[in-house]
């Protein structure tokens, strides 16, 4: 039985009676060197909001730079158990983790991944030993949710599903064609196309015979781009729907209105009032890391405060639980990954993708 964050928050507050909380210790591993340093200064940026903003107990942050390579993660482990942190947030990419792991591990520190993806960080959970949990998607996440939101949504339609020839464009149109085939579906038109080309006048021309309606393309924005314009010019009614590829700019032919894109959220906003105005104070642009930082520093906290020591390292299984967090409520699974998939299905409206529920 999962039992609400609050209500583990108030036994943990009955076991401590008397007893006041400590400062917590938090770590945070982020890029802030080389090419990801921007990135970087997007998680320090929302994790020290977090430890400036939270209190009773209060944070305190030991910012440590991963370099986003093995030898930076490494160096980053070190420093982060030299202060006796209690948990570890951050992490972008996967070499600074896979080095920072073993070393966390013989310390006893658990870590909370902001935005490593690589599926066999969690995937090797029992096998490593690591302790970590996944705030952000697995790299299979994508194609699992294309496949299921999209032959849900076009079970009644006529839809086709082409590729660029890539490695990406193929795994991901490939997870939708195989979803389809289970749900008893099949599409109209299958075909890979010559990607960056200047028109796709023969492509559209195919799929119009076909009597396709909707299209997934397995490509970039910019060959999506320029089969929206052909298919205007041809007069052809498609739905174009592809990944999280659609969220780079297309180039000089915009994306035609209407289009689906399948990601996760952009957290650019949040309806936490007191993290609001601690970002407002502190002049934090919210963007790109900054609310997932902030919400990894909230899960250490909450699970460092449900401890009948509070002062110790994190210790217990995260999984199953929910905390409560500016990006939403939070679970994880049994090898520490997010246990509701994150990614949604957007609708572009001329200007901007925004959520939406297919008719």
């Not at 972008?92 to 935005?115: F, H, N, Q, S, Y």
């Not at 952000?136 to 660029?164: C, H, K, M, Y």
């Not at 689906?260 to 949040?270: D, K, N, S, V």
Request: aromatic fraction near 6%; hydrophobic fraction near 45%; include cysteine.
């Amino acid at each position: 039985m999962r039992i609400p964050i609050r209500t583990l928050g108030a036994l943990a507050g009955l076991v401590l009676a008397g007893h006041a909380f400590a400062e917590l210790r938090i770590g945070l591993a982020a890029p802030l060197s080389g090419p990801s340093a921007l990135l970087g200064e997007q998680m320090r940026a929302g994790a020290e909001t977090a430890a400036a903003t939270l209190r009773d107990p209060a944070v305190t942050l030991e910012v440590a730079d991963d370099a986003c390579t093995a030898d930076g993660g490494a160096r980053a482990a070190r420093q982060l158990v030299a202060a006796r942190v209690q948990a570890v947030v951050g992490f972008l990419c996967g070499e600074a983790i896979e080095a920072a792991m073993p070393i966390l591990k013989d310390a006893g520190i658990p870590t909370i991944a902001v935005g490593v993806r690589t599926d066999s960080l969690t995937d090797r959970k029992l096998r490593t030993g690591w302790n970590v949990y996944r705030l952000g998607p697995r790299a299979d996440s994508e194609r699992e949710a294309a496949g299921q939101l999209l032959t849900r949504q076009w079970e009644r339609d006529l839809f086709a599903i082409v590729d660029d020839g890539t490695i990406y464009g193929r795994e991901l149109s490939e997870s939708v064609r195989l979803a389809a085939e289970q749900a008893g579906l099949k599409p109209v038109f299958v075909d890979t196309f010559r990607p960056q080309a200047d028109n796709q006048i023969g492509l559209i021309g195919r799929l119009k015979r076909a009597g396709a309606t909707h299209v997934f393309v397995g490509g970039d924005a910019g060959d999506v781009a320029v089969m929206g314009r052909d298919a205007a010019e041809l007069e052809a009614d498609l739905v174009f729907a592809a990944g999280e590829t659609l969220r780079m700019p297309p180039g000089d032919i915009p994306l035609a209105a209407g289009t689906l894109m399948i990601a996760p959220p952009e957290w650019t906003q949040t309806s936490d009032p007191v993290a609001n105005a601690a970002f407002a104070e502190r002049r934090v642009l919210v963007a790109g890391y900054v609310l997932p930082a902030y919400a990894a520093v909230e899960v250490a906290r909450q699970a460092l405060m449900q401890q009948a020591s509070p002062e110790a390292v994190l210790t217990g299984d995260l999984s199953g639980q929910e905390f409560s967090t500016v990006i939403g409520p939070v679970a994880f699974d049994a090898k520490g990954d997010l246990a509701e998939n994150p990614y949604r299905l957007f609708r572009f409206d001329g200007t901007d993708f925004k959520p939406t529920v297919y008719p």
